[in-house]
């Protein structure tokens, strides 16, 4: 394992020289090329790109969920690729948040339940104070007892959401998580990651397909062909879309 020292302030997460080769001889296919980002603590990140940029590649190495063939990720000061499976899986549970574009709930379990699984999970008693302002910034009061299948689309993602924040991990990593649904429901769940980083001082990285979406992020990552190509701060719908026609000009609004 190898520890970061002498930074004054360590980003919520990075990667160095980030390679990941998929297929070897003819079929290779180079997902990431050398890439090297930092995703700020505290604030959010939108990742964007053409479809087979890299851009889930690099979510999911940088969250640990896949390995790199070469180069580095971090989350704070611990470098993953230095972890035995073991601590990893721990990492993961205990220091990270994920919401998917399929939510993952557990059928059998109820909302209260599935938000609270990934410390039931780990042997940690849920803090009662923490839950209840979750809860609350989700909506989902009246909703506590019910089973997923009880619930709309846009209420799953908002459970999926608070089971992300509950153990108040480091990062939260969303692999395009309105991508199920409709906009309406898409922007109550990107108006709870909002939150999550200006009201509870998390840290968000968002893969995303949608301008719309990455308008409520912080800054915008591009990438293209598996390398980053560009970066925007404060971002808006309108400046995102016409960023990504540099890559398709057959990109249309509402795409």
């Known amino acids: 394992m190898t520890v970061l020292t002498g930074v004054a302030t360590l980003p919520a997460a990075r990667v160095e020289e980030a390679v990941k080769i998929h297929g070897i001889g003819a079929t290779e296919v180079r997902a990431l090329d050398h890439v090297t980002v930092d995703f700020p603590a505290r604030r959010f990140t939108a990742i964007m790109g053409p ?12 969250a640990g969920l ?72 989700v909506g989902l009061g009246d909703r506590l007892h019910h089973r997923p299948s009880e619930l709309s689309g846009g209420q799953q993602q908002r459970v999926a959401v608070a089971r992300a924040l509950a153990s108040r991990p480091e990062v939260v990593f969303a692999d395009e998580p309105t991508g ?10 990107l108006g709870l990651l909002r939150r999550a980083v200006d009201e509870m001082a998390q840290s968000v990285v968002m893969v995303t397909h949608d301008p719309v979406a990455a308008g409520h992020a912080d800054q915008v990552l591009f990438l293209a062909d598996g390398r980053l190509v560009d970066a925007m701060a404060a ?21």
């Open 180 to 189: 199920n649904l409709d906009s309406r429901a898409g922007a109550e769940v």
């Open 66 to 137: 896949d390995t790199l063939t070469a180069g580095s990720a971090f989350l704070g000061a611990t470098e993953l690729g230095g972890l035995p499976d073991r601590r990893l899986t721990v990492l993961r549970r205990e220091r990270i948040g994920f919401v998917f574009q399929s939510f993952n709930l557990v059928p059998t379990l109820t909302v209260r339940e599935n938000i609270t699984l990934p410390l039931d999970l780990a042997g940690r008693a849920a803090d009662g104070q923490w839950l209840a302002t979750l809860v609350d910034v």
């Open 51 to 62: 479809s087979g940029s890299g851009k889930s590649t690099l979510l999911h190495c940088a």
């Open 235 to 255: 971002p808006t719908a309108e400046r995102v879309l016409d960023r990504m026609k540099a890559f398709d000009p057959r990109t249309e609004a509402g795409r």
